[in-house]
């Protein structure tokens, strides 16, 4: 009886002990974030200080860190990039670091399995390794934090801070490249919305303004709907400033705002009649 009833003890307190939940000292958190055409995800667990020294305390200088708490740091890549002038291949790593006072090393391992460093560090296992010297920071940062930070179309910074070091490594992604890559592949059988997209990019990335207006005359010309869109018009008309034909560009913020006002759409009405207002006090 006394065995039966110490066994019914033990199966009630370890169905307490599974239903209790506490906060994890180091809280997992993960990052996702698209840069230009590439996607970078990133998990890792978060310590906070707590009032301990870190740098060179509880994270010795000159030692390979894992960079957070738990299980290895993994950010992963959809496309090629570029880090400190080199190229790192699509895929998943392990983001470890080498801390020191005057810079840091920053190392992308192949080998993801792993909780912490690996228990044999494999030199063939880096697939990149870059330096960079470490920002001070003015204000106290009490919980580890990684972000993607500083995006544009083309690049990114992979900022890690603590206590009061920030260190920022730039990413480049292939965004033109891509882009250029895709813009090729449609105009091989293209639509008026192919070449109006191809370019939209140009025009927004101040590539090539003659190929960009080639390009959107050809999205008027063959463009399928009853009327062009006033959109094209919209698009055709900054596109003959920046090249500095303001007497064309006018002429055709006249057609946009034509079809945005038969459309009624406020937007593009405003945006054509602020640029009329301001080409028609320039002399072409």
Do not use: C
């Amino acid at each position: 009886m006394k065995n039966k009833l110490f066994l019914s003890f033990l199966f009630v307190a370890s169905l307490l002990q599974a239903q209790i939940k506490i906060p994890q000292a180091s809280p997992l958190s993960k990052v996702e974030q698209i840069v230009g055409l590439t996607t970078i995800d990133i998990s890792y667990s978060r310590p906070s200080a707590k009032g301990r020294p870190v740098y060179g305390e509880l994270v010795p200088y000159g030692k390979n860190w894992r960079t957070g708490a738990n299980e290895n740091t993994t950010i992963s890549f959809s496309e090629d990039v570029i880090i400190g002038g080199k190229l790192l291949l699509k895929g998943k790593y392990a983001l470890y670091t080498t801390p020191k006072a005057d810079a840091w090393d920053i190392i992308f391992y192949k080998d993801t399995n792993n909780w912490g460093l690996p228990e044999d560090w494999n030199e063939n296992e880096v697939a990149l390794r870059t330096t960079i010297v470490p920002e001070s920071l003015s204000k106290h940062v009490e919980t580890f934090t990684i972000a993607i930070n500083n995006v544009t179309t083309d690049s990114a910074t992979l900022d890690i801070s603590w206590e009061k070091t920030l260190v920022s490594v730039k990413i480049e992604v292939p965004t033109q490249k891509a882009v250029v890559k895709n813009i090729n592949q449609a105009l091989q059988g293209p639509t008026s919305n192919d070449f109006f997209t191809s370019a939209q990019y140009y025009y927004q990335s101040n590539n090539d303004f003659n190929k960009a207006l080639e390009w959107i005359n050809k999205a008027i010309s063959i463009s399928k709907e009853p009327e062009v869109p006033f959109w094209y018009y919209r698009l055709k008309s900054l596109i003959q400033y920046k090249l500095g034909d303001i007497k064309g560009a006018l002429e055709t913020a006249k057609l946009s705002l034509a079809g945005a006002t038969k459309a009624n759409n406020q937007d593009y009405i405003k945006q054509n009649n602020d640029s009329i207002n301001s080409w028609s006090k320039m002399k072409n």
